[in-house]
C-alpha cells in the first residue's frame, strides 16, 4: 500500500459524459500527479500540482482539467468524453522538496470505461 | 527529448532462473533513473531508484540494477525469480531536464511470464 487512494476504481460512462477522479496523496506529500495508461499510448504524464498551484502540463487535452485543494487532495475533471479517453488514470504524489522531487508514489488508479 | 527504452515487451523466465530487463534512457545529463512494477488491476509500486553515487542499487523483493553511464542504461536484475514476480515492470527517467518539471517519462514496459 503506497498510501495514496483513489476514487472509484471503476467507472462506466456514457460517450458526452463529464467524469470526476479523486486521489488523496501520502500524509505530508505536496504534489500531486496525473498519468494516464492506455495500451496504445503507455503511462503518459497529464499534469502536476504542488502545494495547490499547478506547476507543470503534459499530454492534457483540453477537455480536461485538474486542481488541488487546500487539503491537497486531487481532482481530475474529464469532460465530453470519448471512446479514445477509457484508461487507467493513475494519480502519484511526492514530497516535492528538491531533496528527492522524482520518487513518485502511485495509487492504484481508476479504470475509466466510456462506451 | 528525454525517452526511455524496453526493448524486450515481453519475456518469459522459468521459476528459479535469473532475470535481466534492459532499460535504455536518453538524457542529457545524469538522470533520475527508476523502475516500478505493476501487478494485474493493480497500481505501480516503486521497486528501486538512481539518484547518485553508488552505481549499483538494491530494491525491494530481491531486485537490483545498475547504472551505466557509457550505456546509458539502467538494466533491472534479479538472481532467482519466484512465481509472484509476474507482472509488467517498468523503467521510468525523470530530472530537470524534463520539461514539465517533475514528471516521469516512462518506456513502454515488460511483462514478465514465469514458467513453473
Redesign the interface.
Do not use: M
Given at each position: 500500500d503506497s498510501g495514496v487512494t483513489q476514487t472509484p476504481k471503476h467507472l462506466i460512462t456514457a460517450t458526452g459524459q463529464r467524469v470526476t477522479l479523486r486521489c488523496s496523496p501520502r500524509s505530508g506529500d505536496l504534489s500531486v500527479y496525473w498519468y494516464q495508461q492506455s495500451l496504445d499510448q503507455g503511462l503518459q504524464f497529464l499534469i502536476h500540482y504542488y502545494n495547490g498551484e499547478e506547476r507543470a502540463k503534459g499530454n492534457i487535452l483540453e477537455r480536461f482539467s485538474a486542481q488541488q485543494f487546500p487539503d491537497l487532495h486531487s481532482e481530475l475533471n474529464l469532460s465530453s468524453l470519448e471512446l479514445g479517453d477509457s484508461a487507467l488514470y493513475f494519480c502519484a504524489s511526492s514530497v516535492g522538496t528538491s531533496a528527492h522531487p522524482y520518487e513518485q508514489y502511485f495509487g492504484p488508479g481508476t479504470r475509466l470505461t466510456v462506451t | 527529448a528525454q525517452s526511455v527504452t524496453q526493448p524486450d515487451i515481453h519475456i518469459t523466465v522459468s521459476e528459479g532462473a535469473s532475470l535481466e530487463l534492459r532499460c535504455n534512457y536518453s538524457y542529457g545529463a545524469t538522470p533520475?533513473l527508476?523502475w516500478?512494477v505493476q501487478s494485474p488491476g493493480?497500481?505501480?509500486?516503486?521497486l528501486l531508484?538512481y539518484?547518485s553515487g553508488d552505481t549499483l542499487v538494491q530494491g525491494i523483493k530481491g531486485f537490483e540494477a545498475e547504472f551505466k553511464r557509457s550505456q546509458s542504461s539502467f538494466n533491472l536484475r534479479k538472481p532467482s525469480v519466484h512465481w509472484s514476480d509476474a507482472a509488467e515492470y517498468?523503467c521510468a527517467v525523470?530530472?530537470p531536464l524534463i520539461?514539465?518539471?517533475?514528471?516521469?517519462?516512462?518506456?513502454?514496459?515488460t511483462r514478465l511470464t514465469i514458467n513453473p
Amino acid at each position: 500500500d503506497s498510501g495514496v487512494t483513489q476514487t472509484p476504481k471503476h467507472l462506466i460512462t456514457a460517450t458526452g459524459q463529464r467524469v470526476t477522479l479523486r486521489c488523496s496523496p501520502r500524509s505530508g506529500d505536496l504534489s500531486v500527479y496525473w498519468y494516464q495508461q492506455s495500451l496504445d499510448q503507455g503511462l503518459q504524464f497529464l499534469i502536476h500540482y504542488y502545494n495547490g498551484e499547478e506547476r507543470a502540463k503534459g499530454n492534457i487535452l483540453e477537455r480536461f482539467s485538474a486542481q488541488q485543494f487546500p487539503d491537497l487532495h486531487s481532482e481530475l475533471n474529464l469532460s465530453s468524453l470519448e471512446l479514445g479517453d477509457s484508461a487507467l488514470y493513475f494519480c502519484a504524489s511526492s514530497v516535492g522538496t528538491s531533496a528527492h522531487p522524482y520518487e513518485q508514489y502511485f495509487g492504484p488508479g481508476t479504470r475509466l470505461t466510456v462506451t | 527529448a528525454q525517452s526511455v527504452t524496453q526493448p524486450d515487451i515481453h519475456i518469459t523466465v522459468s521459476e528459479g532462473a535469473s532475470l535481466e530487463l534492459r532499460c535504455n534512457y536518453s538524457y542529457g545529463a545524469t538522470p533520475y533513473l527508476f523502475w516500478y512494477v505493476q501487478s494485474p488491476g493493480q497500481g505501480l509500486q516503486l521497486l528501486l531508484k538512481y539518484f547518485s553515487g553508488d552505481t549499483l542499487v538494491q530494491g525491494i523483493k530481491g531486485f537490483e540494477a545498475e547504472f551505466k553511464r557509457s550505456q546509458s542504461s539502467f538494466n533491472l536484475r534479479k538472481p532467482s525469480v519466484h512465481w509472484s514476480d509476474a507482472a509488467e515492470y517498468f523503467c521510468a527517467v525523470g530530472g530537470p531536464l524534463i520539461q514539465g518539471a517533475q514528471k516521469l517519462v516512462f518506456g513502454q514496459g515488460t511483462r514478465l511470464t514465469i514458467n513453473p
